[in-house]
């Protein structure tokens, strides 16, 4: 599973932008996809997550200016965010989560995770 990232950039203080993670694969069947954000100095935080079935999940600082979404026919997932503040300075990295096809001999699902390379949005004022 590849994932390609982009849409970051330098962007104003109270902008917008939409991020993009396009997928070697068909998003449709992947368990679990979602973003992170690491910002300067800090640990990698997760942003916000979208299940196979469309179940929509945010992180405490993501909540009401970011809108995770996906194109199932275009295989890419996106990240909207709005009113853009200095504190969203960060390289973005969009992750799946690929559940197997099969239980395990202890009869639960095992999971293995993907990253693209990061795309970095400045917040500039």
């Known amino acids: 599973v590849q994932l390609q990232a982009s849409g970051g950039g330098l962007v104003q203080l109270g902008g917008s932008l939409r991020l993009s993670c396009e997928a070697s694969v068909n998003i449709a069947s992947i368990y679990n996809m979602g973003w992170y954000r690491q910002a300067p100095g800090k640990e990698r935080e997760w942003v916000a997550s979208i299940m196979s079935g469309g179940t929509t999940n945010y992180g405490a600082s993501a909540k009401g200016r970011f809108t995770i979404s996906r194109d199932t026919a275009k295989n890419t997932l996106y990240l909207q965010v709005i009113n853009l503040k200095p504190e969203d300075t960060a390289v973005y990295y969009c992750?799946?989560?690929?559940?197997?096809?099969?239980?395990?001999?202890?009869?639960?699902?095992?999971?293995?995770?993907?990253w693209g390379q990061g795309t970095l949005v400045t917040v500039s004022s």
């Open positions: 992750n799946a989560e690929i559940q197997s096809r099969s239980r395990d001999s202890d009869g639960v699902y095992t999971y293995v995770g993907y």
